[in-house]
């Protein structure tokens, strides 16, 4: 059996970008290597990796698990079960954050729920003077951080912690999150990647907020004068999410609409 053949049986079952994508990785090679070696024949073993990974994405797995890759913002990030596949949607978060603090001299910057780390290191990549921090409650999630934070040479301060409990002593100029916002018992857990994901890294109580109203109640305390907090949130929570955020004191409070032109980023400025 060539490369091709595998390719096109691959392709009745599932999607053909998802076939190349594990082909290319089963292989160790990149998309356009597949081309380059279309016509070899492969070996016994290859075929039995690739069948594996085949009928583990026809079962539903994510590719990003199937691969433990996913690229965020650029960046190449390692990804496994333990943590929330980085979703394009929040590209949004990294822009506004990024835009607020691109004058200040040093700003520090805190990535509450961090997961894969794909925030904080999106912003430390593209903004190097900022310091940024990143915590999570999840070890298994720290360490995925930690490791992607080294592969990429950025320097991040990790911090343990179930939301800001244990966060003390530190004020931040941007406090960023995408916490869990999904409602228990919505019908998308049952759909696509999200059967496999994390649920503490989704589901955000009976109305999706809890998480939300949790960063909105003990964030503002840990913002510096005129700094802010910008949060991630589902299609149809923007009217709740700045209800919260007035409610805990800030100001400006706006929300900003994802490619979709869906809601998907509220955020508000501190003064004290
Ligand atoms: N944006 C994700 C989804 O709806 C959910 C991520 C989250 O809960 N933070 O698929």
């Known amino acids: 059996m060539t490369l091709d053949d595998w390719l096109r049986s691959a392709r009745t079952r599932i999607d053909s970008r998802d076939a190349q994508v594990l082909a290319a990785h089963a292989l160790g090679c990149d998309r356009a290597g ?14 039995a990796a690739l069948d594996a990974l085949l009928e583990r994405r026809a079962s539903g797995e994510p590719v990003a698990y199937l691969v433990g890759r996913r690229e965020f ?9 333990g943590v929330l596949i980085p979703r ?5 978060l990294v822009e506004l954050a990024l835009a607020r603090i691109r004058d200040l001299e040093a700003p520090r910057v805190l990535d509450a729920g961090t997961g894969s780390g794909a925030i904080a290191l999106a912003i430390k990549a593209n903004c190097p003077q900022a310091q940024v921090s990143a915590l ?14 080294q592969r990429l040479s950025l320097e991040i301060g990790f911090i343990a912690s179930n939301w800001l409990e244990s966060v003390t002593g530190h004020e931040f100029d941007c406090i960023v999150s995408n916490p869990p916002y999904i409602r228990a018992g919505d019908e998308h857990l049952a759909q696509g990647d999200l059967r496999f994901e994390p649920e503490t890294a989704l589901v955000g109580g009976t109305d999706g907020l809890d998480d939300l109203r949790r960063l909105c109640g003990s964030a503002p305390a840990r913002i510096a004068p005129g700094g802010c907090l910008l949060c991630e949130h589902g299609h149809d929570q923007a009217p709740a999410v700045r209800a919260l955020m007035r409610c805990a004191g800030l100001t400006d409070v706006s929300s900003w609409r994802d490619l979709a032109g869906i809601e998907r980023v509220t955020g508000g400025v501190m003064w004290r």
């Open 136 to 149: 999570d409650r999840s070890d298994v999630a720290l360490q995925i951080a930690r490791n992607n934070a």
């Open 34 to 47: 597949l081309i380059a070696r279309g016509r070899e024949v492969l070996a016994e073993e290859s075929v």
């Open 88 to 92: 394009p949607d929040t590209e949004l």
């Open 73 to 81: 913002f650029g960046l190449e990030l390692a990804v496994a079960p």
